[in-house]
């Protein structure tokens, strides 16, 4: 059986403020076994996006257990949490944030120069090839349509072969014929490497194609995976 590549264990999340305190993620327990595609779904304000802060390292939790890829995260600190980011995890934003003034080639490379490679610009190229831009190298994002930047933006978190890839709101900007090829580049990809994929969506159709779906609601973990998938 495949190990749980993410573990988390009645996991908070409060953020305080002068006009008082506000939990925004209550006691979510999730367990992801390696290879798995898990998607999940709710409302604006459900606690997704946060969720997935929390599991990339990007947030640390006020309590409970988050274990990622073998790393504590709540034992970390932000220099741990950078290297194991690095070492193990991609991220797909909605919004792209590609440098402007890098080509796509140069976009790519980045993270495997921070990583150390020395086949940066080696890998760079390939990946961007797998994702069908390999005649884009040289393009800066200006000079690419929005699908070819997100491509560029997946070929970015990708390049360094990461255990988990997430993907928050990943054809948010897109128009739909767009987005069916970002998702249907995505999956490809996921069974070709075999990568752990968390797709963070409000689109419960586009959450069905995972293998199980979790929905969330004020912070909470609410439905089971059967009932999410019997009305995506």
């Not at 690419?144 to 070929?155: C, H, P, T, Y």
């Amino acid at each position: 059986m495949p190990e749980t590549i993410i573990d988390l264990k009645d996991v908070h999340l409060t953020l305080h403020s002068r006009a008082g305190s506000v939990e925004i993620l209550r006691g979510v327990d999730l367990a992801v076994r390696a290879g798995e595609t898990v998607g999940v779904v709710g409302p604006s304000g459900s606690g997704k996006s946060t969720l997935l802060m929390i599991m990339t390292g990007l947030e640390k939790a006020s309590s409970g257990t988050v274990r990622v890829a073998g790393h504590d995260f709540m034992a970390l600190g932000e220099d741990g949490l950078a290297r194991a980011r690095g070492q193990h995890i991609g991220i797909v934003f909605q919004s792209f944030h590609l440098v402007p003034t890098m080509t796509a080639l140069e976009n790519v490379a980045l993270p495997l120069e921070f990583l150390g490679r020395r086949d940066a610009g080696q890998r760079a190229a390939e990946t961007l090839q797998s994702v069908g831009l390999g005649h884009r190298l040289n393009h800066f994002p200006a000079q690419l349509s929005g699908g070819e930047q997100q491509r560029v933006a997946m070929a970015r978190a990708l390049a360094p072969s990461p255990k988990i890839l997430f993907a928050d709101e990943p054809t948010g900007n897109l128009d739909a014929r767009n987005g069916e090829q970002i998702m249907d580049l995505l999956f490809a990809l996921h069974k070709r490497h075999g990568t752990t994929l968390m797709l963070i969506t409000h689109d419960q159709r586009l959450a069905a194609r995972c293998g199980r779906v979790i929905g969330m609601e004020d912070g909470r973990i609410v439905r089971s995976p059967s009932d999410l998938e019997s009305v995506a």
